[in-house]
């Protein structure tokens, strides 16, 4: 059986983190989701895979290459202009007879998947609070009955959690299945064709996480910190406290008087400290380094980024090849203590989070004592001069002196 | 010119070979052909336009099939002589974009063996040459062909009995490489494939490639085994397309007020009074500069005409400007000429010869192109980029507006520079740059008295275009224009060069299409006009809107906004590009695809 | 429920000439209200309602329109040319071959919300209107309403009689242009005169109310329009902002502008590409500064329209003003903004809002001008220094 995964998409509510890479390459914990989702379908047995790619292609294909590394086996079908999810499954159908689908977005349970790939056609779906992002799925006992598009008021809130199992059948549909109002082919639309000829079941999974913002990747990294194992393999000076769940990467040294509370994920190559504070839940990448007087919480760093000195990085998210000035601080929590609002995408949104520091997106510069106000979203390529100031929506390529 | 394209993967090919044709077709449509195997080959091809054809090609199976669209070059337009091409047990077909010289002597040779032939082309010898020495390995057929056959060729081929491959080989047409997952492509350009994939490889001239779903295999022309580096295009498929235009040119004319500001932007500030170029260049022009040489072909040697009169109006350096294909055979040249190649795609050969040439010659180059990353920016001293997008149309429109802009922008550094102009003057003159994408718009919207004064030109066997100082330039480019897309012989001459000769071509059919600016040309040029009227020729002026008194002399006027003090050679460029569309639209020509023109958006 | 109306036919044909000096170099539809033509706010509301394919009726410099809306966003666009104003029944009509199943008709001037056109699109009946309670009819299209149909629709009536007036944007099924015909063959040229044609043959034209509508008449209604949609407008940074500058509140700063040192910019406020603001220049809530644009040293902008291309040297004081395409504004130029009473098409009108200076395209405005409230000066004026403007300019005029 084949594992088919969604990989096309842009993911604009990720901005700015996704400008130069598709939602799916987002790292959570030192992987990217798409990893995830592989070692999980892998740990339920599933051993070929099939990727369906577009925005960004090429830093799918470069981190996943053929699968070797992983023991599976790993192809690539570029679904091209992307025109919803029925036309992107189209595309695979000369690969698959009997054959899982998953969102790539959406981090799954190996568990899960497992109980799956048992099933015939079937559909997995989650009961959420607020399930008004979402398409809602009426059932009759265990068979799927319709799936309707997102809703202002749901009428219930069991949700299609983004993974199936389909057969050839499926295929039929997706040719037969016409443009959505917004303008794409929806596989929704082609399930609701099929379950006219064919029964749907429903199954309801135990292990679901989406990720729909960018901060959301903070809450999903928290969450996967907390099911992982100590593992050092790097090197940690005397005088260097390393408490907890800790995973040290190849290659990188924790200098003295760096204090590490876990769960913390640290990758290869990377220089930690000396006489920095890192708390939980943190994950930084590899190529990173993180100097003296600095402080990292509960955020993700991705690689080749430095906050080298003197800087306080709290519940914010840094792109690739990042550099802050040395006295550069985040500011993470209004001086009310009220939630924080950020503009994404020229809108505004509400967090529901007291923290949140700022989402910076890749090769950003700042000079020394730069301040980052509560909840700024920092495109690419931004420079922020010595002792500016930052706050709101700051498009890539802006500069703020 | 014609487009070809190659598939091999998982997709329909027939699907995947129609909508890359319907890209490809401003290459050529007076016919076009598929050839897919679908356990044997079939092939399908007619006389008119793929979108024509479309409904006549049935459902077939098959996931690799060659096909191609056509612009006559040998034989006339009919079904017979539209590719794909078959070899005599129409098992092999070939598509092909080129012209093959001495196709006479081998289809003659090919005859007495016993081929037979169905067309009248050239292309259909290679079918045949491949099938005479093929014995199951269609490249070894296809490398052996290539020594026989003398021209400028593309060709993709596939074979019945090899399915799951298609192989290809370049010399002087372009022909290019899609990389995809599981499926690739081979198309004469990246447009052809953009919508499956963006990487792509680029084929050298003698390069032969053998491709299958899942691999390339590319060999030079020694047959020596290379592997080629994966080149990833950024551009939006949107770039490409014609967004409800009819025709890439005029899309491409109409992106002039855009592309106009794009020039400027990041490089000239009102506020602080300044012109700004990338470091690189700005030391460049501020060493010490007896002479400057324009080295450029075709429309971009006219800008570099412009840009003569542009840098010797606002300094005192002495410009030469000189056709790139010349530029080695004369002009001195010494360590303080500073040389300026301006080539639109940084690859035009004749260009960069004369770029190489200038730094054997110990020069300071700089170059002026609108591709970053082209050969001629990694062998100048410096480049400015025309930051136009790319340009579809065979005939160049956007891209030459913005060479005069950024030769305009050099004439006003150096300018400076030399301490010859004072920053109020640059103020007003950048006050009125940024105008320009405003004048370039009044001038859209005057489309309906364009069309009627192309009425009085559509019929015409000759037009002359005419003008004084830096008009002169424009009239050149002016005739280019229509010649190249109306096929109406025109000529551009400077005003005061009439009288020595060419008045002898003037009668009653003859249109003359005169640049009045209001000028220290001004009263020469009316002057002009009353002596050409006086041979009874009919005269359109394009002149200013203020102007009264052209209206006296000239049977039409086409006027352009007053305001443009600096620059008016923009607007005027604009008209006459219009001009020149919408004569060549009333004609009926194929617009985008002018015979035996060529020009490609890959690196060629 | 999968809505079935996939097209809309948006009349854009008009010259709105009102709205001079204004529309002279641009049709109506096209005026920007915070950095946006109307007509993109129409286009938004009904793409958000999933129409896939937008009919356009052109007209009155059509090629303004045509090059801005290159292509929209996934939706086909296909532009119709109505060649003569000939009403907005024959405007309409000119969409007929692209027509076959039920859809909507909007005029590509007025702002609508999404939410109303939702509604519209939801109503079961074949024939909707969506109307709007309103002070002032006269100018309007009156609707009567018995049983939430339309008994009687009367256009302009000279007086305000009646409560609700027409938007102009209908649910109407494809047989309408057959009736269309047959009206426009018997000399009938506006819409709202065919639809009384149909309710008088005993057709049911559903009404239901709009939530906000806008509709600009008079120039100065641009500066309310702006006020109201500037709230709606995406907040972002970006260009180069140097240091020193205060920004508060809702700003969005286009791609590439400068905003140098100093500068104080209080939300909402939308700045386009390429700018280039300041130093210390301060830029006030509700103004929308469109592309090009370059405001000197020292001036301030306040709740005012300044469209592309502008030059505003230093000291001026703009407030409640509309600066058009392409002026170039000396220094120390002062707008008086106040509720003053404007003379247009022999009425007196007594303006419920201030306003400042309505400026028309490509003018040019010397040092120390000063022009009283509500004045309306045309396109392409020259203005010599130290004039005080106490009255309306017209267009290519000269005051020295």
Same mark, same amino acid.
């Given at each position: 059986m084949k594992c088919v995964i969604l990989a096309a998409g842009e993911g604009n509510r990720m901005h700015p983190l996704t400008y130069t890479r598709p939602k799916v390459m987002l790292p959570i914990a030192g992987?990217?989701?798409?990893?995830?989702?592989?070692?999980?379908?892998?740990?339920?047995?599933?051993?070929?895979?099939?990727?369906?790619?577009?925005?960004?292609?090429?830093?799918?294909?470069e981190y996943f290459g053929n699968g070797k590394p992983w023991n599976v086996k790993i192809r690539y079908v570029n679904q091209g202009k992307p025109m919803g999810t029925a036309h992107a499954i189209g595309t695979v159908e000369p690969f698959v007879s009997d054959f899982l689908v998953l969102c790539g977005d959406t981090i799954f349970g190996s568990n899960d998947i497992k109980q799956l790939t048992?099933?015939?056609?079937?559909?997995?779906?989650?009961?959420?609070?607020?399930?008004?992002?979402?398409?809602?799925?009426?059932?009759?006992?265990?068979?799927?009955?319709?799936?309707?598009?997102?809703?202002?008021?749901?009428?219930?809130?069991?949700?299609?959690?983004?993974?199936?199992?389909?057969?050839?059948?499926?295929?039929?549909?997706?040719?037969?299945?016409?443009?959505?109002?917004?303008?794409?082919?929806?596989?929704?639309?082609?399930?609701?064709?099929?379950?006219?000829?064919?029964?749907?079941?429903?199954?309801?999974?135990?292990?679901?996480?989406?990720?729909?913002?960018?901060w959301h990747l903070l809450d999903a990294n928290e969450e996967i910190l907390k099911k992982m194992h100590r593992k050092i393999l790097g090197t940690v000076e005397k005088n260097a406290v390393v408490n907890g769940m800790v995973v040290v990467g190849k290659d990188t040294i924790i200098r003295s008087g760096t204090y590490i509370e876990g769960p913390v994920v640290i990758g290869n190559n990377s220089r930690i400290g000396p006489n920095c504070y890192i708390r939980p839940s943190t994950t930084i990448g590899n190529f990173c380094h993180v100097g003296n007087a600095c402080e990292v919480k509960n955020s993700i760093i991705m690689d080749h980024s430095n906050v080298p000195h003197l800087n306080y990085v709290g519940d914010s998210i840094i792109g690739q090849y990042c550099n802050l000035g040395a006295g550069t601080t985040v500011a993470n929590l209004r001086l009310d203590k009220r939630n924080i609002t950020v503009t994404l995408n020229g809108k505004k949104i509400e967090t529901k989070r007291k923290k949140l520091g700022a989402i910076i997106g890749d090769n950003v510069q700042t000079g020394i004592n730069a301040t980052i106000n509560i909840g700024s979203m920092i495109g690419n390529n931004v420079f922020i001069g010595p002792a500016g100031f930052v706050k709101g929506e700051v498009v890539s390529q802006a500069k703020i002196l | 010119m014609c487009g070809i394209i190659g598939y091999v993967g998982f997709r329909d090919a027939r699907t995947v070979?129609?909508?890359?044709?319907?890209?490809?077709?401003?290459?050529?449509?007076?016919?076009?052909?598929?050839?897919? !195997? +679908?356990?044997?080959? @079939?092939?399908?091809?007619?006389?008119?336009? $793929? /979108?024509?054809?479309? #409904?006549?090609?049935?459902?077939?199976?098959?996931?690799?099939?060659?096909?191609?669209?056509?612009?006559?070059?040998?034989?006339?337009?009919?079904?017979?002589?539209?590719?794909?091409?078959?070899?005599?047990?129409?098992?092999?077909?070939?598509?092909?974009?080129?012209?093959?010289?001495?196709?006479?002597?081998?289809?003659?040779?090919?005859?007495?063996?016993?081929?037979?032939?169905?067309?009248?082309?050239?292309?259909?010898?290679?079918?045949?040459? !491949? +099938?005479?020495?093929? @014995?199951?390995?269609?490249?070894?057929?296809? $490398? /052996?062909?290539?020594? #026989?056959?003398?021209?400028?060729?593309?060709?993709?081929?596939?074979?019945?009995?090899?399915?799951?491959?298609?192989?290809?080989?370049?010399?002087?047409?372009?022909?290019?490489?899609?990389?995809?997952?599981?499926?690739?492509?081979?198309?004469?350009?990246?447009?052809?494939?953009?919508?499956?994939?963006?990487?792509?490889?680029?084929?050298?001239?003698?390069?032969?490639?053998?491709?299958?779903?899942?691999?390339?295999?590319?060999?030079?022309?020694?047959?020596?085994?290379?592997? @080629?580096?994966?080149?990833?295009i950024t551009w939006d498929i949107k770039d490409s397309e014609k967004s409800g235009f009819p025709h890439f040119m005029l899309k491409e004319i109409y992106d002039q007020p855009e592309t106009v500001h794009h020039v400027l932007r990041g490089r000239i500030s009102e506020i602080e009074e300044t012109i700004t170029f990338p470091e690189q260049v700005e030391k460049l022009l501020k060493t010490d500069i007896t002479s400057i040489h324009i080295v450029a072909c075709g429309t971009s040697f006219y800008a570099g005409l412009v840009g003569k009169y542009l840098i010797e109006q606002l300094t005192n350096i002495s410009v030469f400007t000189e056709l790139a294909s010349e530029y080695r055979y004369f002009g001195t040249r010494n360590e303080n000429s500073l040389v300026i190649a301006i080539t639109q795609s940084g690859e035009t050969a004749d260009t960069l010869a004369a770029l190489r040439e200038a730094q054997l010659s110990g020069c300071r180059t700089l170059v002026v192109t609108n591709v970053i990353g082209s050969t001629a920016t990694r062998i100048a001293d410096g480049y400015i980029l025309q930051q136009s997008g790319p340009e579809i149309g065979v005939a160049a429109t956007k891209t030459f507006t913005s060479q005069i802009i950024v030769l305009f922008l050099i004439a006003l550094k150096l300018s400076l520079i030399q301490k010859k102009l004072g920053s109020n003057e640059l103020y007003n003159y950048i006050v009125q740059l940024k105008a320009l994408p405003r004048y370039v718009r009044d001038i859209l919207q005057r489309s309906n008295e364009i069309i009627t004064i192309a009425k009085q030109l559509k019929d015409a066997q000759t037009v002359f275009f005419i003008g004084r100082g830096i008009n002169y330039p424009l009239s050149l480019e002016g005739a280019l224009k229509l010649k190249e897309i109306s096929y109406i012989?025109?000529?551009?001459?400077?005003?005061?060069?009439?009288?020595?000769?060419?008045?002898?071509?003037?009668?009653?059919?003859?249109?003359?299409?005169?640049?009045?600016?209001?000028?220290?040309?001004?009263?020469?040029?009316?002057?002009?006009?009353?002596?050409?009227?006086?041979?009874?020729?009919?005269?359109?002026?394009?002149?200013?809107?203020?102007?009264?008194?052209?209206?006296?002399?000239?049977?039409?006027?086409?006027?352009?906004?007053?305001?443009?003090?600096?620059?008016?050679?923009?607007?005027?460029?604009?008209?006459?590009?219009?001009?020149?569309?919408?004569?060549?639209?009333?004609?009926?020509?194929?617009?985008?695809?002018?015979?035996?023109?060529?020009?490609?958006?890959?690196?060629? | 429920?999968?809505?079935?109306?996939?097209?809309?036919?948006?009349?854009?044909?008009?010259?709105?000439?009102?709205?001079?000096?204004?529309?002279?170099?641009?049709?109506?539809?096209?005026?920007?209200?915070?950095?946006?033509?109307?007509?993109?706010?129409?286009?938004?509301?009904?793409?958000?309602?999933?129409?896939?394919?937008?009919?356009?009726?052109?007209?009155?410099?059509?090629?303004?329109?045509?090059?801005?809306?290159?292509?929209?966003?996934?939706?086909?666009?296909?532009?119709?040319?109505?060649?003569?104003?000939?009403?907005?029944?024959?405007?309409?009509?000119?969409?007929?071959?692209?027509?076959?199943?039920?859809?909507?008709?909007?005029?590509g001037d007025n702002i609508i919300d999404p939410g109303s056109i939702a509604r519209l699109i939801k109503d079961q009946a074949e024939y909707s209107l969506l109307i709007k309670e309103h002070p002032h009819t006269s100018k309007y299209g009156v609707v009567f309403v018995e049983n939430r149909n339309i008994s009687r629709i009367?256009?302009?009536?000279?007086?305000?009689?009646?409560?609700?007036?027409?938007?102009?944007?209908?649910?109407?099924?494809?047989?309408?242009?057959?009736?269309?015909?047959?009206?426009?063959?018997?000399?009938?040229?506006?819409?709202?005169?065919?639809?009384?044609?149909?309710?008088?043959?005993?057709?049911?034209?559903?009404?239901?109310?709009?939530?906000?509508?806008?509709?600009?008449?008079?120039?100065?209604?641009?500066?309310?329009?702006?006020?109201?949609?500037?709230?709606?407008?995406?907040?972002?940074?970006?260009?180069?902002?140097?240091?020193?500058?205060?920004?508060?509140?809702?700003?969005?700063?286009?791609?590439?502008?400068k905003v140098y040192a100093g500068c104080y910019i209080v939300g909402p406020v939308v700045i386009g590409d390429s700018c280039e603001i300041g130093p210390h220049a301060c830029i006030f809530p509700s103004t929308s500064i469109g592309n090009n644009t370059v405001v000197h040293p020292f001036s301030e902008i306040r709740n005012s329209v300044i469209m592309d291309d502008v030059h505003i040297a230093s000291a001026a004081s703009i407030s409640h003003s509309i600066i058009g395409k392409g002026c170039t504004i000396r220094d120390s130029f002062s707008t008086i903004p106040g509720k003053t009473t404007i003379e247009i098409e022999n009425e007196f009108k007594k303006l419920e809002r201030p306003i400042g200076a309505m400026v028309g395209e490509d003018c040019i405005i010397e040092s120390h001008v000063v022009v009283d409230p509500g004045k309306i000066i045309g396109r392409k004026c020259r203005i010599g220094p130290m004039k005080h403007i106490i009255k309306n300019i017209p267009s290519e005029s000269k005051v020295i």
């Amino acid at each position: 059986m084949k594992c088919v995964i969604l990989a096309a998409g842009e993911g604009n509510r990720m901005h700015p983190l996704t400008y130069t890479r598709p939602k799916v390459m987002l790292p959570i914990a030192g992987k990217p989701i798409l990893e995830w989702n592989l070692l999980n379908a892998r740990a339920a047995g599933l051993k070929e895979f099939i990727f369906i790619v577009s925005y960004r292609s090429e830093m799918v294909r470069e981190y996943f290459g053929n699968g070797k590394p992983w023991n599976v086996k790993i192809r690539y079908v570029n679904q091209g202009k992307p025109m919803g999810t029925a036309h992107a499954i189209g595309t695979v159908e000369p690969f698959v007879s009997d054959f899982l689908v998953l969102c790539g977005d959406t981090i799954f349970g190996s568990n899960d998947i497992k109980q799956l790939t048992k099933k015939g056609n079937t559909i997995g779906l989650i009961k959420i609070d607020n399930p008004t992002e979402y398409g809602i799925v009426e059932l009759k006992g265990k068979q799927v009955v319709k799936i309707s598009e997102k809703m202002e008021r749901p009428s219930c809130n069991v949700v299609n959690a983004g993974m199936y199992h389909f057969n050839k059948k499926i295929f039929d549909c997706i040719r037969k299945t016409e443009k959505s109002p917004r303008g794409e082919f929806e596989i929704t639309d082609s399930i609701n064709m099929l379950i006219d000829k064919e029964p749907m079941e429903a199954m309801f999974l135990k292990e679901w996480r989406d990720v729909v913002y960018p901060w959301h990747l903070l809450d999903a990294n928290e969450e996967i910190l907390k099911k992982m194992h100590r593992k050092i393999l790097g090197t940690v000076e005397k005088n260097a406290v390393v408490n907890g769940m800790v995973v040290v990467g190849k290659d990188t040294i924790i200098r003295s008087g760096t204090y590490i509370e876990g769960p913390v994920v640290i990758g290869n190559n990377s220089r930690i400290g000396p006489n920095c504070y890192i708390r939980p839940s943190t994950t930084i990448g590899n190529f990173c380094h993180v100097g003296n007087a600095c402080e990292v919480k509960n955020s993700i760093i991705m690689d080749h980024s430095n906050v080298p000195h003197l800087n306080y990085v709290g519940d914010s998210i840094i792109g690739q090849y990042c550099n802050l000035g040395a006295g550069t601080t985040v500011a993470n929590l209004r001086l009310d203590k009220r939630n924080i609002t950020v503009t994404l995408n020229g809108k505004k949104i509400e967090t529901k989070r007291k923290k949140l520091g700022a989402i910076i997106g890749d090769n950003v510069q700042t000079g020394i004592n730069a301040t980052i106000n509560i909840g700024s979203m920092i495109g690419n390529n931004v420079f922020i001069g010595p002792a500016g100031f930052v706050k709101g929506e700051v498009v890539s390529q802006a500069k703020i002196l | 010119m014609c487009g070809i394209i190659g598939y091999v993967g998982f997709r329909d090919a027939r699907t995947v070979l129609i909508e890359s044709l319907k890209r490809l077709d401003y290459r050529g449509y007076d016919s076009a052909g598929v050839a897919i !195997i +679908d356990k044997k080959l @079939k092939t399908y091809k007619d006389r008119g336009e $793929i /979108a024509k054809i479309e #409904k006549q090609i049935p459902p077939l199976k098959g996931t690799t099939g060659v096909g191609h669209t056509r612009w006559a070059t040998h034989g006339t337009v009919t079904k017979e002589n539209a590719h794909p091409h078959l070899s005599c047990d129409k098992k092999i077909a070939i598509v092909h974009n080129g012209i093959i010289e001495n196709f006479n002597t081998l289809k003659e040779e090919l005859k007495k063996k016993g081929h037979t032939f169905l067309s009248e082309t050239d292309s259909e010898v290679i079918a045949h040459l !491949i +099938d005479d020495v093929y @014995k199951g390995n269609l490249e070894e057929a296809l $490398i /052996a062909t290539t020594k #026989k056959i003398k021209g400028s060729y593309a060709i993709v081929a596939v074979s019945q009995d090899e399915p799951g491959k298609i192989v290809g080989v370049r010399k002087e047409s372009p022909l290019v490489i899609g990389v995809g997952d599981s499926e690739n492509f081979l198309a004469s350009d990246i447009t052809a494939f953009l919508r499956y994939t963006n990487r792509v490889m680029f084929l050298n001239d003698g390069d032969l490639c053998v491709i299958t779903a899942n691999t390339i295999s590319i060999s030079d022309k020694h047959q020596k085994h290379i592997i @080629k580096k994966e080149e990833l295009i950024t551009w939006d498929i949107k770039d490409s397309e014609k967004s409800g235009f009819p025709h890439f040119m005029l899309k491409e004319i109409y992106d002039q007020p855009e592309t106009v500001h794009h020039v400027l932007r990041g490089r000239i500030s009102e506020i602080e009074e300044t012109i700004t170029f990338p470091e690189q260049v700005e030391k460049l022009l501020k060493t010490d500069i007896t002479s400057i040489h324009i080295v450029a072909c075709g429309t971009s040697f006219y800008a570099g005409l412009v840009g003569k009169y542009l840098i010797e109006q606002l300094t005192n350096i002495s410009v030469f400007t000189e056709l790139a294909s010349e530029y080695r055979y004369f002009g001195t040249r010494n360590e303080n000429s500073l040389v300026i190649a301006i080539t639109q795609s940084g690859e035009t050969a004749d260009t960069l010869a004369a770029l190489r040439e200038a730094q054997l010659s110990g020069c300071r180059t700089l170059v002026v192109t609108n591709v970053i990353g082209s050969t001629a920016t990694r062998i100048a001293d410096g480049y400015i980029l025309q930051q136009s997008g790319p340009e579809i149309g065979v005939a160049a429109t956007k891209t030459f507006t913005s060479q005069i802009i950024v030769l305009f922008l050099i004439a006003l550094k150096l300018s400076l520079i030399q301490k010859k102009l004072g920053s109020n003057e640059l103020y007003n003159y950048i006050v009125q740059l940024k105008a320009l994408p405003r004048y370039v718009r009044d001038i859209l919207q005057r489309s309906n008295e364009i069309i009627t004064i192309a009425k009085q030109l559509k019929d015409a066997q000759t037009v002359f275009f005419i003008g004084r100082g830096i008009n002169y330039p424009l009239s050149l480019e002016g005739a280019l224009k229509l010649k190249e897309i109306s096929y109406i012989h025109a000529e551009g001459f400077a005003a005061g060069e009439l009288k020595h000769g060419p008045f002898a071509l003037l009668t009653e059919e003859t249109p003359v299409v005169a640049i009045v600016t209001q000028d220290e040309t001004y009263e020469k040029i009316l002057a002009n006009i009353g002596e050409i009227k006086a041979r009874g020729s009919k005269v359109i002026a394009i002149a200013e809107d203020k102007d009264t008194e052209t209206e006296k002399h000239a049977d039409f006027v086409l006027r352009f906004p007053a305001g443009s003090h600096v620059l008016p050679c923009i607007p005027i460029t604009v008209v006459l590009q219009l001009l020149a569309y919408h004569v060549a639209h009333l004609r009926k020509c194929p617009i985008d695809k002018p015979r035996n023109l060529a020009k490609s958006v890959t690196v060629e | 429920m999968r809505p079935m109306i996939k097209k809309a036919v948006v009349l854009a044909a008009g010259e709105g000439k009102r709205l001079r000096p204004f529309t002279e170099t641009m049709p109506k539809v096209m005026l920007p209200v915070a950095n946006k033509p109307l007509l993109e706010y129409v286009f938004d509301a009904v793409k958000k309602n999933g129409i896939t394919e937008i009919i356009v009726v052109v007209g009155y410099k059509k090629e303004v329109i045509m090059e801005y809306f290159k292509d929209y966003k996934n939706v086909k666009i296909t532009y119709v040319t109505q060649d003569r104003q000939l009403g907005t029944a024959h405007a309409l009509l000119q969409a007929k071959k692209h027509i076959k199943d039920p859809f909507l008709v909007l005029a590509g001037d007025n702002i609508i919300d999404p939410g109303s056109i939702a509604r519209l699109i939801k109503d079961q009946a074949e024939y909707s209107l969506l109307i709007k309670e309103h002070p002032h009819t006269s100018k309007y299209g009156v609707v009567f309403v018995e049983n939430r149909n339309i008994s009687r629709i009367v256009e302009k009536p000279k007086e305000d009689v009646g409560k609700y007036i027409s938007t102009g944007i209908y649910k109407l099924p494809s047989t309408v242009f057959t009736d269309i015909e047959r009206c426009y063959l018997q000399g009938v040229h506006a819409l709202s005169s065919v639809i009384q044609i149909l309710v008088d043959t005993g057709k049911h034209i559903n009404t239901l109310l709009a939530k906000s509508w806008m509709d600009i008449v008079y120039p100065w209604d641009l500066i309310a329009v702006n006020e109201a949609m500037i709230q709606t407008t995406n907040e972002s940074t970006s260009g180069t902002i140097e240091k020193g500058v205060t920004i508060k509140g809702p700003v969005y700063i286009g791609k590439h502008t400068k905003v140098y040192a100093g500068c104080y910019i209080v939300g909402p406020v939308v700045i386009g590409d390429s700018c280039e603001i300041g130093p210390h220049a301060c830029i006030f809530p509700s103004t929308s500064i469109g592309n090009n644009t370059v405001v000197h040293p020292f001036s301030e902008i306040r709740n005012s329209v300044i469209m592309d291309d502008v030059h505003i040297a230093s000291a001026a004081s703009i407030s409640h003003s509309i600066i058009g395409k392409g002026c170039t504004i000396r220094d120390s130029f002062s707008t008086i903004p106040g509720k003053t009473t404007i003379e247009i098409e022999n009425e007196f009108k007594k303006l419920e809002r201030p306003i400042g200076a309505m400026v028309g395209e490509d003018c040019i405005i010397e040092s120390h001008v000063v022009v009283d409230p509500g004045k309306i000066i045309g396109r392409k004026c020259r203005i010599g220094p130290m004039k005080h403007i106490i009255k309306n300019i017209p267009s290519e005029s000269k005051v020295i």
